[in-house]
């Protein structure tokens, strides 16, 4: 039930008990003056019984029959009869009394009664008996037409029901008018407006005139939909402005990465450099027999293409490109990333461990970014053993749920574990490692860029990187990106 209607009904029911109320003691006050009319009527009746009583005693039942006829010529509202006492006694034309009146009368006390004619008018009936001398010889009668004050109460009655009725619709009708325009409307208006909110639609003000509550309300809702506004639109730009540094961050750290591949890489193209020299200096200082020459040419080209192989994955690997999603089997990924890092590895005497399995794990993602933020992983776990050591990488199905998020069921993954033998994260600092620029290393040997890069680049392949680390034992990292059932089911299908 609505606000305003919930208050009209509370309104007239409000009126309704004080109206009842009123019409209770108005109909109370009309009892009581009934009552001191009928008390009335009782004095007069008994004023004209002593006056009977006195003339009977005094001149005789003669008289006291003519004062009593003319009584009622002198009064007309008012009849008074003197009749003989037999009439009490139920004799033939007797009086309509009960048995209980008949002996109220023969114990000397008075009986009142209230008749209605066949007109409709009500009679009021005091009988009294008349006490001469120890005897009962006649009976006095007050007759009073009692039938105006009848029709002055029901009247008074009908007034206060149809006065209630009025007053109830009049005060109803103004309240609901009132209610509409003070209270339904501004909420109506109210409800729609925060529903458009809600919606994320924060245009088109609301114009409330009432100068109390429902208006200051409406202004604040006004203020508080600007300062949403102004609100979304700085987190649009600071979303813009960060998306931006962090692509600028991710390039930045993929230039970082390959300055320190440019030594591994360096050292890959000493060893097919010196083929190559070596082999021209031979074809150029001898004599040699065609196929000799032949064979020194192709180990030479052979060479070449190794050299160009390498210098075109370290290009790929630098340059910024657009995101090009397409189904892949990861463990190509993960191959081709720790092939990468061999030389890095060898240098710095860690030994990689790569462990794909048989069976193809097929993944929708950009291979370029994965192998990236892979190889950020990797690296640091290399750097993470000065002292050399074994690093192993595997990968395989997994069902996992992700992180902070209990009210969804856990989905078939796969898992990419990266695991060294290193220095370990200290608890403190584990909770910091994704951010842009903290680290642990020493100057020079890290940007601090590579693990948010990494971290970035899985969760907008809807996937999450799992940490866990030991003082002095070492890290793993767990890479969980979801699997494509649909190719899987193509496949079989083919």
Known sequence: MRLA?????????????VMALYAYFQLRQEVVLSEADLHR???????????IRDVWRHEGPARAYELSQRANEAVEEVTIRLL??????????????????????????????????????????????????????????YIENSGAHHSFFEMSRLALAVATLAVVAVCGLIAMAIQHSLVGRPLRLLSDKARRAGAGDFSGPLSLRQKDEMGELAREINAMCERIQAAN???????????????Q???????ATVGQLAAGVAHELGTPLNVVSARAELIAATDLPRPEVV??????????????????QLLDFSRRRGRTRGLTDLRHVVTHSVDLLST???KAHVRLECTTGTAPMLVHIDQNQIQRALTNIVLNGIQAMPNGGTLRVAIGPQRAQPPHTAHHTPAECACITIEDHGRGIAPANLEHIFEPFFTTKAVGEGTGLGLPVAHGIVTEHHGWIAVDSTVGQGTRFSVFLPLDHGADATRGAA
């Open 84 to 141: 003989p006492f037999s009439l009490a006694t139920g004799e033939p034309k007797g009086l309509a009394l009960s048995s209980e009146q008949r002996q109220t009368l023969a114990a000397g006390e008075a009986v009142r009664t209230i008749d209605q004619d066949q007109a409709g008018n009500k009679w009021l009936h005091i009988y009294a008996p008349l006490d001469v001398d120890g005897g009962q010889p006649a009976i006095v009668e």
């Open 344 to 346: 890095a590895a060898e």
């Open 233 to 247: 639109r700085k987190l649009a730009e600071e979303t813009a402005a960060r998306v931006t540094a962090l692509e």
């Open 5 to 17: 209607r919930k208050l009209t009904i509370a309104l007239v029911c409000g009126i309704l008990a």
């Open 41 to 51: 009527a009782n004095r007069i009746g008994r004023a004209w019984l002593g006056t």
């Open 249 to 255: 961050l991710r390039h930045t750290d993929r230039l």
């Open 295 to 312: 064979r020194n040419a192709r180990l030479i080209v052979e060479q070449c293409d190794r050299m160009t192989e390498i210098i075109q």
